[in-house]
Nanobody, 122 residues
Framework: QVQLVESGGGLVQAGGSLRLSCAAS???????ASWFRQAPGNEREFVAR????????YYADSVRGRFTISRDILKNLVYLQMDSLKPEDTAVYYC????????????????WGKGTQVTVSS
């Protein structure tokens, strides 16, 4: 089993930056790590993913060029650096781990954190 805990959320003005972290404990399927987000009234939305071993990244069109996903293998951490934040980025951000490659479908992920709130004011 893998336990995931997100941190780093908060309130920031439009144009600002935040860095989210996801700490993992336990042993399990960590082949692929992703960030999702969910705003009130919306479905869970894919944000970014990274392959654990190779560090290959992919981003949703809405965040590409503004967000950067990375990982620290030794510390078992995954990060989401968010720059040029917009009010529409406001959501609860979740990290997830799974075994399905190249997936932006939340149902393909096995382990989830409880989320961290990101609020971007205009």
């Amino acid at each position: 089993q893998v336990q995931l805990v997100e941190s780093g959320g908060g309130l920031v003005q439009a144009g600002g930056s935040l860095r989210l972290s996801c700490a993992a404990s336990g042993r399990g399927a960590n082949n692929y790590a992703s960030w999702f987000r969910q705003a009130p009234g919306n479905e869970r939305e894919f944000v970014a993913r990274i392959t654990w071993g190779g560090g290959i990244t992919y981003y949703a069109d809405s965040v590409r060029g503004r967000f950067t996903i990375s990982r620290d293998i030794l510390k078992n951490l995954v990060y989401l650096q968010m720059d040029s934040l917009k009010p529409e980025d406001t959501a609860v951000y979740y990290c997830a781990r799974g075994r399905v490659p190249n997936s932006d479908d939340a149902h393909d992920y096995d382990y989830w954190g409880k989320g961290t709130q990101v609020t971007v004011s205009s």
